[in-house]
């Protein structure tokens, strides 16, 4: 039976959830995810997992921050005046913002403080820090 190798496009189902169940990604079967493998579309990780793997098989695999998101960096969560934002942007915690650099460069953050005349942003991917379960079926090695 065939197994995948690094270069072999495959057909993969991906699941991805917390610790706590919460399921962050999932792809459906009439939608399986195509890649090949090495190229980087999935975390490494996940990626070398598939190598040697047969049609149908399902792996799990505990992904650490590292492997996933990254870890959560202090430095990255900022108080930014609330001028610096137009007046028609929702200003809420938990609302997802967009910041423009003077060079051009554009970050996305999360609000998770507000006060009257500023707000906190945390620039972090909203997974960082967290360890991701991450179960991924072949369904075909083209």
Do not use: W
């Not at 039976?1 to 991805?16: N, Q, R, S």
């Not at 047969?54 to 108080?79: I, R, Y």
Request: charged share 30%; with cysteine.
């Amino acid at each position: 039976m065939k197994v995948v190798k690094e270069g072999d496009k495959v057909l993969v189902l991906c699941e991805a959830r917390l610790e706590n169940g919460e399921i962050c990604y999932k792809n459906e079967k009439e939608e399986p995810l195509e890649l090949i493998v090495g190229r980087g579309k999935l975390f490494p990780a996940v990626e070398n997992a598939l190598k040697n793997m047969k049609e149908g098989e399902t792996k799990e695999l505990t992904l650490e921050p590292e492997q996933a998101f990254g870890p959560h960096l202090d430095d990255l969560v900022l108080e930014v005046p609330k001028s610096a934002f137009r007046q028609d942007v929702n200003l809420n915690v938990g609302s997802r913002v967009e910041i423009n650099t003077p060079s051009g460069k554009v970050f996305y953050g999360t609000i998770t403080n507000l006060s009257d005349d500023s707000l906190t942003v945390d620039l972090n991917h909203p997974l960082a820090g967290k360890k991701i379960i991450f179960i991924v079926t072949l369904v075909s090695i083209e």
